[in-house]
């Protein structure tokens, strides 16, 4: 069992570009989570998704960010228009429906230049 | 909004003894989980112990336990006879019981930077 695959592990970007991270769920798992970790800071809860529907978007900033979770392929958060304030640890995490814990991947380090 | 706090950014422990890192929390929820999490330098999130708040009994998982008060909505993790490998960021987490659509949303922690002195 491969664990939660996220790629690229790093990801440099210049100003006004657009950053796209991949995430594949553990095999067997219908559930996607992904979290932003700040330096210095704790994960935080971005958006909630299940193959082809987005169920939870709270923790989403409104503008420049999207994620989806396709029928075939991995889940992808895409970051338009990067700035420099998107400098963050990008993890992903899957469940299988009805667990109560979440198994996390290794995370993506975006910098932005 | 569910908080949690550590107000222990960094703790040192010479190895094969025993630390104890702190967790504080604010809900009005009466049901719910907590968990702590490590992460080590390569970044990888690992969970080290879950406590269902329904449950009396504090959680265990070989040298780490925990002691769950509800009632001051404390949720410490103990280490002991600590070991080198155990030298990480340490996370504790909240999950609402009834997230929407079955969500594992975690509310995390500042975390806390455990070194383990040989």
């Known amino acids: 069992n491969a664990g939660v695959m996220q790629n690229p592990r790093h990801l440099v970007r210049r100003r006004g570009q657009e950053a796209r991270l991949r995430c594949s769920p553990m095999k067997g798992h219908s559930h996607v989570y992904w979290y932003r970790q700040l330096p210095e800071e704790g994960l935080k809860f971005m958006v909630y998704l299940q193959k082809e529907n987005i169920i939870d978007e709270s923790g989403m900033p409104k503008e420049r960010f999207s994620a989806e979770f396709p029928k075939e392929g991995p889940s992808i958060l895409r970051i338009q228009q990067v700035v420099r304030g998107d400098s963050a640890a990008y993890f992903c995490a899957s469940s299988p429906r009805g667990a109560n814990v979440l198994t996390f991947g290794a995370g993506s380090r975006l910098t932005v230049l | 909004a569910q908080t949690v706090t550590q107000s222990q950014p960094e703790m040192s422990v010479q190895e094969a003894e025993t630390v104890t890192l702190s967790c504080t929390y604010d809900?009005?929820?009466?049901?719910?989980?907590l968990f702590w999490y490590k992460q080590p330098p390569s970044r990888q999130m690992i969970l080290v112990i879950r406590q269902e708040a329904y449950k009396q009994q504090n959680a265990t998982e070989n040298r780490f336990s925990v002691n769950f008060q509800k009632a001051a909505k404390s949720f410490s993790l103990k280490i002991s006879d600590s070991q080198l490998g155990d030298a990480a960021m340490y996370f504790c987490?909240?999950?609402?019981?009834?997230?929407?659509?079955?969500?594992?949303?975690?509310?995390f922690g500042k975390g806390t930077k455990l070194t383990v002195n040989p």
């Open positions: 987490a909240y999950r609402s019981y009834s997230n929407q659509g079955g969500s594992e949303k975690l509310v």
């Open positions: 809900t009005s929820e009466s049901d719910y989980y």
